[in-house]
T-cell receptor
Framework: KQEVTQIPAALSVPEGENLVLNCSFT??????LQWFRQDPGKGLTSLLL?????REQTSGRLNASLDKSSGRSTLYIAASQPGDSATYLC????????????FGEGTQLTVNP | NAGVTQTPKFRVLKTGQSMTLLCAQD?????MYWYRQDPGMGLRLIHY???????AKGEVPDGYNVSRLKKQNFLLGLESAAPSQTSVYFC?????????????FGNGTRLTVT
């Protein structure tokens, strides 16, 4: 069974700092890896989707990398801002389970002004 | 553009009562999903649909039923609510399967069963 782990569970940084969030998964037979953001009391917002054939994907100040063979992905946030404060989740659809996504429990990020 | 809309936002039920959660999407997406989110358990898939008139079981389907009579709507029913079904429920949709396209989520329904 696929397991997705995100470390650390919580992270607090000062504004302006560059930071990295980690995601690891146990089964490398994945189609892609997706990063989401969840604000308190809200649903998840899709940030980036990296296909299994890609090594990284960028959107604005966000850069996600994928090392499928080692079962790891990182989300790099440049020049963090207080508005980046949220919980960040990663998820993978496993090749053997069609449309079922397995989610990590997320990293709660706080960016202090 | 509304995206994915869930109703109601909050609900309190007594054990044994029934209810239906409504999900509507206006993006012409084929796939729709119901998840529940619980502390320490993360997001878990309850049921999903790959198109109008189809449904399939997810990871935790027991105690729930679903229907997809129209492409834009996906209903989640609880026939006899139990305290273990206290959770935040999220509906999501995707243009194609999640092996190719990202998920779009609604803002959730917070359900409490007493």
């Amino acid at each position: 069974k696929q397991e997705v782990t995100q470390i650390p569970a919580a992270l607090s940084v000062p504004e302006g700092e560059n930071l990295v969030l980690n995601c690891s998964f146990t089964d490398s037979a994945i189609y892609n890896l997706q990063w989401f953001r969840q604000d308190p009391g809200k649903g998840l917002t899709s940030l980036l989707l990296i296909q299994s054939s890609q090594r990284e994907q960028t959107s604005g100040r966000l850069n996600a990398s994928l090392d499928k063979s080692s079962g790891r992905s990182t989300l790099y946030i440049a020049a963090s801002q207080p508005g980046d404060s949220a919980t960040y989740l990663c998820a993978v659809p496993q090749e053997t389970s069609g449309s079922r996504l397995t989610f990590g429990e997320g990293t709660q990020l706080t960016v202090n002004p | 553009n509304a995206g994915v809309t869930q109703t109601p936002k909050f609900r309190v039920l007594k054990t044994g009562q029934s209810m239906t959660l409504l999900c509507a999407q206006d993006m012409n997406h084929e796939y729709m999903y119901w998840y529940r989110q619980d502390p320490g358990m993360g997001l878990r898939l309850i049921h999903y649909s790959v198109g109008e008139g189809t449904t399939a079981k997810g990871e935790v389907p027991d105690g729930y039923n679903v229907s997809r009579l129209k492409k834009q709507n996906f209903l989640l029913g609880l026939e006899s609510a139990a305290p273990s079904q206290t959770s935040v429920y999220f509906c999501a949709s995707s243009y194609l399967g999640t092996e190719r396209t990202p998920l779009h989520f609604g803002n959730g329904t917070r359900l409490t069963v007493t």
